[in-house]
């Protein structure tokens, strides 16, 4: 039912930035939260960013990673300044109907495919 790709990863030194994009199928978009979540080597998948009503952060990247939406264009962005090797993840973004802010991975029905965010020292 819906589709997702995301783009825009890539190597960065620590205090720059970069913008992630993800495209979304479907005519349905306005209707999704989306969210953005990040997993490490080792580590648990975590929530980073939503946007449904209203916007939520995770406490880590709150001030420094901003998430919009663009519903004419059916994609989500996540700005992320000030990066910091500790940011080094796969990126994931992430769908679910309905506009409640959804900061749980397992509540979500739709994934891409990550994206790569390498953040050097």
């Known amino acids: 039912q819906v589709q997702l790709v995301e783009s825009g990863g890539g190597l960065v030194q620590a205090g720059g930035s970069l913008r992630l994009s993800c495209a979304a199928s479907?005519?349905?978009?306005?209707?999704?939260?989306m969210g953005w979540f990040r997993q490490a080597p080792g580590k648990e998948r975590e929530f980073v960013a939503a946007?449904?009503?209203?916007?939520s952060y995770a406490d880590s990247v709150k001030g420094r990673f901003t998430i919009s939406r663009d519903n004419a264009k059916n994609t989500v962005y996540l700005q992320m300044n000030s990066l910091k090797p500790e940011d080094t993840a796969v990126y994931y973004c992430?769908?679910?109907?309905?506009?409640?802010?959804?900061?749980?991975?397992?509540?979500?029905?739709?994934w891409g495919q990550g994206t790569q965010v390498t953040v050097s020292s």
């Open positions: 946007v449904g009503w209203t916007l």
């Open positions: 479907g005519r349905t978009f306005s209707t999704y939260t």
């Open positions: 992430a769908a679910v109907s309905g506009r409640g802010q959804v900061r749980d991975s397992r509540l979500y029905d739709y």
